[in-house]
């Protein structure tokens, strides 16, 4: 069960089905931050073609508008933030999260 567990928390294209499913639900209570626009889950499990870099190094989309879901909420929980080291977002405990 442990392997399960690990191959949604790493960067899989099983975790990025799994984001893809999930991403019609709420985003997490406790999410706290904003985007720092560094691009890194959109690496998530490849670049995508869609991925835009400016001459500051801040990025963007080109189909923001229409960007999916999973992109939209992404880190939707805290156990799909697989970005957590880099990304301006985070996760507190909210009572749901602490059990
Ligand atoms: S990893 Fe976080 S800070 Fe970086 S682009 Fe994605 S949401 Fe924004």
Same mark, same amino acid.
């Given at each position: 069960m442990a392997d399960v567990k690990r191959i949604f928390e790493e960067n899989t294209w099983a975790a990025r089905a799994r984001r893809t499913v999930t991403s019609v639900l709420p985003v997490d209570k406790g999410r706290k931050g904003r985007c $720092? $626009?560094?691009?890194?889950?959109?690496?998530?499990p490849v670049e995508c073609t869609f991925l835009a870099v400016d001459e500051d190094g801040l990025c963007s989309c080109k189909i923001w508008r229409l960007r999916p879901l999973n992109c939209r909420k992404y880190p939707r929980s805290c156990d799909e933030h697989l970005t957590r080291e880099i990304c301006g977002y985070y996760f507190e405990k909210t009572a749901k999260t602490a059990k």
């Open positions: $720092r $626009r560094c691009g890194a889950c959109c690496k998530l």
